[in-house]
């Protein structure tokens, strides 16, 4: 009987006796059996509901961390809730720790010491060992940049309020670079060839140097200190762009100079028109951009888009539309602009609209593919109102308004 919690034999047996031929009274008290003192929980049903729901919550994870002390605090707060006061900051829980770890006992909820650490699971679960490996492997990661707000594990980032709004090539390549090493962790990708489609802007096609930096005589303009060539004998060969000793030691040694240490023969007289018309066509100034350079460090390929064409170019769609949801939730008022920036880009998340761009981007490829012309495409896939001129942005100004 007492496994069970209740009365032992002789117990009951006493309170027979005293039933039978005891005194009435002493058998109706509240010494023993029955109902004592009034449950605080009877007029707070739903309180008592809600407080089992949140200790279940709490304990059903791996390092469960719930004690009677967030219970009592949980039902102190939602008491003062449902009964509209305020509490006096002087004054205990409403429930007592005590009597709230009586609550989980009676819930049936164990008291367990764990004798395995602080965090005794999932150390070696295969998303935590991937997350390990990858801030070994790039600590950079998980660090705050100053002037470009990442979301969490994406290379997806804003500029930071207060910095200079435009992406430039140096901040391009930083965030390609973060999507190019967060890649080789993704599980779908792995055993795969990558190659990644860009927009064909200035700030992605930007080379490290062109033949256009360049002058012809020395000591003139030069923005890059060298340049590199593969010789005939296929080995690399690394060019100064400045003079390493006097009498000309500092200056920049022009395309003439270079090109004798290219072993490229020119006409005497030759003029810079006619000096770059000639080095064009040469290796070492057949030079990729920053970005496909970059991408070939980690075996990514990159395509760059044909100008002027926004229907194969998704993120002209993700723009379209968060402009579109921000013009309809907007007062046009600075703090409200900033919460809704992310809700637009959550609400593009949550309703797949990346799924309509992908796919109109590979139908639109497939209609080139099939000999169709600019114009036909822009009326199959946006309608009849499309016409094949493109019309170059007018520039908004004070005396347009």
């Known amino acids: 009987m007492k496994e069970i919690g209740a009365l032992s034999s002789q117990t009951c047996q006493k309170w027979t006796d005293i039933f039978i031929s005891g005194d009435f009274d002493q058998f109706c008290t509240n010494n023993r059996g029955g109902k004592r003192i009034e449950n605080f929980y009877e007029g707070f ?24 002390w967030d219970l009592a605090n949980f039902v102190d707060q939602k008491y003062y809730e449902i009964t509209n006061t305020t509490k006096n900051k002087n004054t205990n829980f409403v429930r007592f720790i005590q009597l709230c770890r009586l609550d989980l006992r009676r819930w049936g909820f164990r008291f367990d010491s764990n004798s395995k650490g602080t965090y005794f699971e999932g150390h070696e679960h295969p998303k935590i060992v991937i997350h390990r490996e990858r801030l070994a492997l790039y600590p950079e990661l998980d660090d705050n940049v100053e002037d470009v707000v990442y979301v969490k594990k994406t290379a997806i980032g804003s500029i930071n309020i207060g910095y200079d709004p435009y992406f430039d090539n140096s901040t391009i390549l930083a965030q390609s670079e973060r999507l190019f090493k967060l890649l080789q962790f993704k599980s779908e990708f792995k055993n795969h060839n990558i190659a990644a489609i860009v927009n064909n802007a200035t700030t992605h096609t930007a080379k490290p140097y062109v033949l256009s930096d360049f002058d012809k005589s020395i000591g003139v303009r030069c923005t890059t200190d060298t340049i590199e060539n593969i010789d005939s004998q296929g080995r690399l060969q690394v060019i100064d762009c400045f003079f390493k000793s006097s009498p000309n030691n500092g ?39 920053r970005l496909e350079q ?77 000999g169709q012309t600019y114009e036909q495409v822009l009326k199959s896939f946006f309608g009849n109102f499309c016409s ?9 100004t004070n005396t347009n308004l």
């Open 45 to 68: 049903l739903e309180l008592e509901l809600e407080a089992k729901l949140v200790a279940i919550e709490r304990c059903r994870n791996k390092s469960a961390d719930f004690t009677a």
């Open 251 to 289: 200056l920049s040694e022009g395309l003439l100079e270079i090109s004798r240490e290219l072993n490229v023969k020119l006409p005497p007289k030759v003029k810079r028109e006619q000096l770059i018309d000639i080095l064009t066509n040469h290796p070492a100034f057949k030079v990729t951009s």
């Open 294 to 370: 970059l991408a070939n460090k980690y075996n990514v390929k990159i395509h760059f888009l044909p100008k002027f064409h926004c229907e194969l170019n998704a993120i002209e769609g993700v723009w379209c539309y968060q402009k579109q949801f921000i013009r309809k939730n907007t007062n046009q008022t600075y703090n409200l602009m900033l919460k809704i920036i992310p809700q637009s880009r959550e609400n593009f998340r949550t309703r797949y609209v990346d799924l309509k761009l992908f796919r109109r981007f590979w139908c639109t490829l497939h209609a080139y593919n099939e």
């Open 388 to 396: 094949a001129p493109v019309q170059s942005y007018r520039r908004i």
